[in-house]
């Protein structure tokens, strides 16, 4: 089945450790992007990988990296997570920018 | 950056009545995606539009993208509760990354 897979779905954990969210796509997408979803606001753009060793920052990139080693996996890293960045945040990937997105599930992340 | 309106914000209709939410850029867009987010749910691709006054339907679903490709509506017949969620439209304004609407969120009372 044709999916993109987020882990952890849900995560709790305290200011300042280290975390990284995964995810995979096995639809052999050029395209990756991470948003971050909060009432109000929308789907807000973190990072965006147009190919493998490609990377770019979308709307709200401070506090976050990414790396793109594989096609496959775009994973998000919070060096020093803070509880402003408790959030719903969802992977996609794609064709390319001119296609739709498959989402990932989404996880959900709590800081305190 | 750029930005993509959506309105309305929320809207609740009765079952059985219409609906239409609205999407405007204040830059032409190469083209206009839309999803749906069920609640809980992440964000599902439904359709694109790339052709200036291009008309997509999908059952009770009608997608229009304007003359100018600067704006683009969904419109559903009918509702049923099974459409309640959040509608987004997405635009491409050039060759920057899909910019997305905040999103409208339907409720059907049923």
């Known amino acids: 089945e044709a999916q993109v897979t987020q882990n952890p779905r849900y995560l709790i954990t305290v200011t300042g450790k280290k975390l990284t969210v995964t995810c995979s796509q096995n639809m052999n997408h050029e395209y990756m992007s991470w948003y971050r979803q909060d009432p109000g606001l929308g789907l807000r753009q973190i990072y965006y990988?147009?190919?493998?060793?490609?990377?770019d920052k979308g709307d709200v990139p401070e506090g976050y990296k990414v790396s793109r080693k594989e096609k496959r996996n775009f994973p998000l890293i919070l060096e020093s997570p803070s509880p402003n960045q408790t959030s719903l945040y969802f992977c996609?990937?794609?064709?390319?920018?001119?296609?739709?997105?498959?989402f990932g599930s989404g996880t959900r992340l709590t800081v305190v | 950056g750029q930005q993509v309106m959506q309105i309305p914000q929320y809207q609740h209709v009765q079952e059985g009545e219409d609906f239409t939410t609205y999407c405007n850029s204040s830059?032409?867009?190469?083209?206009i995606q839309w999803y749906k987010q069920r609640p809980g749910g992440h964000p599902v691709f439904l359709i694109q539009l790339v052709k200036s006054g291009e008309v997509k339907k999908q059952k009770r679903l009608t997608f229009q993208f304007g003359e100018a490709k600067k704006n683009s509506s969904l419109h559903i017949t009918a509702t049923q509760t099974t459409d309640v969620g959040t509608y987004f439209c997405?635009?491409?304004?050039?060759?920057?990354?899909?910019?997305f609407g905040k999103g409208t969120r339907l409720s059907v009372i049923a």
């Open positions: 997405a635009g491409l304004p050039g060759n920057t990354p899909l910019v």
């Open positions: 830059t032409t867009l190469s083209n």
């Open positions: 990988s147009m190919n493998v060793e490609v990377t």
């Open positions: 996609a990937s794609a064709r390319g920018t001119n296609y739709g997105y498959t």
